[in-house]
C-alpha cells in the first residue's frame, strides 16, 4: 500500500493526467507529471514537473527515483525506455504494447476468448486489395500505431477504393477490418488491482462525430445493457490476461449476434469522464486507488442518469453559459486557443 504523501508519477501530461492529479491530491498524494512539452496543462495542479523526451531513458530512470509508483496517461509512447521504471510501472509496459498495435491488440482480444470484428493484417496495396476481396466492402483500413480520435482510418466502400484508402493513411502497415453493422457503441470502464480483484462502472454508451467521442450517455439503451453480463466478462478476462493493474476500458460494437470488441485503452478513459460527479468513485480515484493498492471505490451511480459532453474546438468558448447552467459541472483543461478537433474540456448533467 503506498502512504499518503507519497508521489505519484504520471507520464504524459495532457488533461487525463490533469484529472488524475486533482484525484490523487484528494487522496494525500502528490504528483509528479513526464511530458516533452514545455507547459503541459497537467503540470499545472501537480506538485511537480519534469520536461524530458518520452524515449529519453535515462531522463526516465532518474524521473523514476523521484517517485514511488508510476502511471501513464495515453498508449502512444515507446515502451522499451519505460521498463527504466521497474516495477514501480503500473499497469505495466505488457498493456501499453498490446494496446498501441492494433494487428497485436487484435490477436491478443481474440486469445482470450474476446470477439472482433472480421480482420486482416496488411502491408501493401496488394494486401488490402486482397484483403478486400477475402472481407467483401466496406472495410475500414486503421493504422497499426498512433490513431486516435478517426485519425489514421481510411475506408473501402468498394474495391476500386482501395488505392485511395490506401493513400489516405499513408501506406503504414495497418489492419483492414470489416464494417459491421451495429445498433451502439459503448464501454466498459474497469479497474483491476494488484491482487485480481476488480469492479466495473454503469455502461456508457457513446456517440462520435468525425471520429471523435461527442456524448456517453447513463444509462445506457436495452440495446446495449442486454450485452452488459458478456462484455464485462471479455473486458474481465482481457484485464487478467493482461496482468492489468488500474483502470482499463474496453470500447465494444453493440451487434445482434452480441457484443464485438472495437479496441481496448490501458487507462482511464474519455468514456468514463462523466463517473467524477455520477459515480460515488470517479474512474480517476479509482485508478488511483489501483495502482497504490488502495481497496477499490464503490461505483455506485448518484443520480439516475448521467451524460456527459465533449467540448471540442470552438466548443468550449460557450464556457460562460455552459457555467451559468444549472446542473452542469464543467471542466475545462487549460489547453489554450481551441483548434478544430481538440478537446478543450467536458460538461456533465446529472438527472433525477
Given at each position: 500500500?503506498?502512504?499518503?504523501?507519497?508521489?505519484?508519477?504520471?507520464v504524459g501530461g495532457g488533461q487525463l493526467g490533469r484529472m488524475l492529479s486533482v484525484a490523487a491530491a484528494q487522496l494525500g498524494?502528490?504528483?509528479?507529471?513526464?511530458?516533452?512539452?514545455?507547459?503541459?496543462?497537467?503540470?499545472?495542479?501537480?506538485?511537480?514537473?519534469?520536461?524530458?523526451?518520452?524515449?529519453?531513458?535515462?531522463?526516465?530512470?532518474?524521473?523514476?527515483?523521484?517517485?514511488?509508483?508510476?502511471?501513464?496517461?495515453?498508449?502512444?509512447?515507446?515502451?522499451?525506455?519505460?521498463?527504466?521504471?521497474?516495477?514501480?510501472?503500473?499497469?505495466?509496459?505488457?498493456?501499453?504494447?498490446?494496446?498501441?498495435?492494433?494487428?497485436?491488440?487484435?490477436?491478443?482480444?481474440?486469445?482470450?476468448?474476446?470477439?472482433?470484428?472480421?480482420?486482416?493484417?496488411?502491408?501493401?496495396?496488394?494486401?488490402?486489395?486482397?484483403?478486400?476481396?477475402?472481407?467483401?466492402?466496406?472495410?475500414?483500413?486503421?493504422?497499426?500505431?498512433?490513431?486516435?480520435?478517426?485519425?489514421?482510418?481510411?475506408?473501402?466502400?468498394?474495391?476500386?477504393?482501395?488505392?485511395?484508402a490506401w493513400a489516405a493513411i499513408g501506406e503504414q502497415p495497418a489492419v483492414a477490418e470489416t464494417g459491421v453493422p451495429f445498433?451502439?457503441?459503448?464501454?466498459?470502464?474497469?479497474?483491476?488491482?494488484?491482487?485480481?480483484?476488480?469492479?466495473?462502472?454503469?455502461?456508457?454508451?457513446?456517440?462520435?462525430?468525425?471520429?471523435?467521442?461527442?456524448?456517453?450517455?447513463?444509462?445506457?439503451?436495452?440495446?446495449?445493457?442486454?450485452?452488459?453480463?458478456?462484455?464485462?466478462?471479455?473486458?474481465?478476462?482481457?484485464?487478467?490476461?493482461?496482468?492489468?493493474?488500474?483502470?482499463?476500458?474496453?470500447?465494444?460494437?453493440?451487434?445482434?449476434?452480441?457484443?464485438?470488441?472495437?479496441?481496448?485503452?490501458?487507462?482511464?478513459?474519455?468514456?468514463?469522464?462523466?463517473?467524477?460527479?455520477?459515480?460515488?468513485?470517479?474512474?480517476?480515484?479509482?485508478?488511483?486507488?489501483?495502482?497504490?493498492?488502495?481497496?477499490?471505490?464503490?461505483?455506485?451511480?448518484?443520480?439516475?442518469?448521467?451524460?456527459?459532453?465533449?467540448?471540442?474546438?470552438?466548443?468550449?468558448?460557450?464556457?460562460?453559459?455552459?457555467?451559468?447552467?444549472?446542473?452542469?459541472?464543467?471542466?475545462?483543461?487549460?489547453?489554450?486557443?481551441?483548434?478544430?478537433?481538440?478537446?478543450?474540456?467536458?460538461?456533465?448533467?446529472?438527472?433525477?
Amino acid at each position: 500500500m503506498i502512504e499518503p504523501g507519497a508521489t505519484v508519477g504520471i507520464v504524459g501530461g495532457g488533461q487525463l493526467g490533469r484529472m488524475l492529479s486533482v484525484a490523487a491530491a484528494q487522496l494525500g498524494y502528490r504528483c509528479h507529471i513526464y511530458d516533452p512539452h514545455e507547459r503541459p496543462c497537467a503540470a499545472d495542479v501537480a506538485a511537480e514537473f519534469t520536461r524530458g523526451a518520452f524515449d529519453d531513458a535515462e531522463a526516465l530512470r532518474r524521473f523514476g527515483h523521484r517517485v514511488d509508483v508510476v502511471t501513464y496517461e495515453f498508449e502512444n509512447l515507446p515502451a522499451a525506455p519505460l521498463v527504466e521504471l521497474g516495477g514501480k510501472l503500473r499497469p505495466g509496459t505488457r498493456s501499453l504494447e498490446v494496446a498501441q498495435d492494433r494487428a497485436e491488440e487484435k490477436s491478443f482480444i481474440e486469445r482470450t476468448g474476446a470477439r472482433v470484428a472480421p480482420w486482416r493484417q496488411v502491408n501493401s496495396l496488394h494486401d488490402v486489395e486482397a484483403a478486400v476481396a477475402e472481407l467483401g466492402c466496406p472495410v475500414v483500413l486503421k493504422t497499426r500505431r498512433y490513431g486516435y480520435d478517426g485519425k489514421g482510418q481510411a475506408w473501402v466502400r468498394e474495391p476500386a477504393g482501395a488505392t485511395a484508402a490506401w493513400a489516405a493513411i499513408g501506406e503504414q502497415p495497418a489492419v483492414a477490418e470489416t464494417g459491421v453493422p451495429f445498433q451502439a457503441e459503448f464501454s466498459v470502464v474497469m479497474a483491476r488491482g494488484e491482487h485480481g480483484d476488480t469492479a466495473f462502472f454503469d455502461l456508457p454508451e457513446n456517440r462520435h462525430e468525425g471520429g471523435i467521442l461527442r456524448r456517453s450517455s447513463v444509462p445506457a439503451s436495452s440495446a446495449v445493457l442486454q450485452h452488459g453480463p458478456a462484455a464485462r466478462a471479455m473486458a474481465a478476462g482481457i484485464a487478467e490476461a493482461l496482468g492489468h493493474i488500474g483502470v482499463l476500458t474496453v470500447e465494444f460494437f453493440a451487434c445482434p449476434e452480441g457484443p464485438l470488441v472495437n479496441e481496448i485503452a490501458p487507462r482511464v478513459h474519455n468514456s468514463g469522464h462523466w463517473t467524477i460527479e455520477g459515480a460515488a468513485t470517479s474512474q480517476f480515484e479509482q485508478h488511483i486507488r489501483a495502482i497504490c493498492n488502495l481497496p477499490l471505490g464503490s461505483t455506485a451511480l448518484r443520480s439516475g442518469a448521467v451524460s456527459m459532453d465533449n467540448l471540442i474546438g470552438d466548443d468550449v468558448l460557450r464556457w460562460p453559459e455552459l457555467i451559468a447552467e444549472a446542473g452542469a459541472s464543467v471542466h475545462l483543461y487549460g489547453k489554450g486557443a481551441p483548434r478544430p478537433g481538440r478537446k478543450m474540456g467536458h460538461v456533465t448533467r446529472l438527472r433525477a
